[in-house]
């Protein structure tokens, strides 16, 4: 069995991406992006943390969060919010579940494990954060970052941290694996 090696950085800020089984699209409804938020929030009153950023799509969702001093266990924050989801998640789920998922207790919401990145530095952090942000572009699902509701992009709109046409003229690496 292979083992997975994480970076476990105290306060550290971290990129994830995580994925619904077998990429399914039940992020798609405005209701399962509420409770997703919903989940985001319960978990932050009991396991810290502060979001940077976020981008919910119809498969996945992409996140950058920061922990607080002295707590690198990122784990149990997105392990809860993956449990907590599926818990209140009422929609449509693949009922095609493998033996292995059905022996390990696991539902047919999200995939098994998760994309995790520590954030080096400045230039890391806004590389990220700009990815996430044009994530939806890149995906096909709108032309501008502007049109895509479920992102943190406009709060950073809102804060004077962009220009409302931001991404216009943003050059990001499709090509590049930030963790999809």
Excluded at 10 to 37: H, M, S, W
Excluded at 122 to 151: Q, T
Excluded at 164 to 169: A, L, M, T
Aim: proline content about 5%; aromatic content about 12%.
């Amino acid at each position: 069995m292979p083992e997975y090696r994480r970076a476990l950085v105290p306060g550290g800020t971290y990129f994830f991406t995580v994925v619904t089984y077998e990429r399914k699209n039940i992020l798609i409804d405005q209701k399962a992006r509420n409770l997703l938020r919903d989940v985001w929030k319960d978990v932050s009153s009991r396991h810290p943390f502060e979001m940077v950023a976020y981008c919910i799509l119809p498969n996945h969702f992409h996140v950058v969060m920061t922990l607080p001093e002295n707590d690198s266990n990122f784990s149990i924050r997105i392990r809860e919010i993956k449990r907590l989801f599926t818990l209140r998640y009422t929609g449509d789920r693949p009922n095609n579940i493998s033996e292995s998922r059905i022996k390990r207790k696991e539902s047919s919401v999200w995939q098994r494990r998760f994309w995790e990145h520590v954030i080096r530095d400045e230039n890391d952090l806004n590389r990220h954060i700009e990815y996430i942000h044009f994530n939806p572009v890149i995906h096909g699902l709108v032309d501008r970052v502007c049109d895509w509701e479920s992102s943190s992009f406009h709060r950073f709109v809102k804060d004077g941290l962009y220009e409302p046409g931001w991404g216009e003229s943003v050059s990001i690496d499709p090509d590049r694996n930030y963790g999809e």
